[in-house]
């Protein structure tokens, strides 16, 4: 081996040095990214199960403000106005 050789084998490693640094940041970022992701899915996650739980409620007073207002209907109260 010559010594141009052996200096090019040198630049060649501190290249490939260099991209495989270039390569760990990149692989960083993508971790940090995809656990902001993954932060912002569960937040998502639980803003849909509060919509779900308060529509099951409204849900619920409107089936029984439904059966009330039957029940009024039908009380004698309800006669004494027609």
């Given amino acids: 081996m010559t010594a141009q050789s052996a200096e090019e084998a040198g630049e060649s ?10 390569i760990n940041k990149m692989s960083i970022q993508s971790a940090t990214a995809a656990e902001e992701q993954g932060t912002v ?7 849909i199960e509060g919509i779900r739980t308060i529509s099951e409620q409204t849900m619920t007073a409107a089936q029984q403000a439904s059966e009330a207002s039957g029940s009024l209907s039908q009380s004698p109260l309800a006669c004494r106005r027609c």
């Fill in 41 to 47: 899915v569960n937040g998502k996650h639980c803003n």
């Fill in 13 to 22: 490693l501190v290249e490939i040095r260099n991209h495989v640094s270039h």
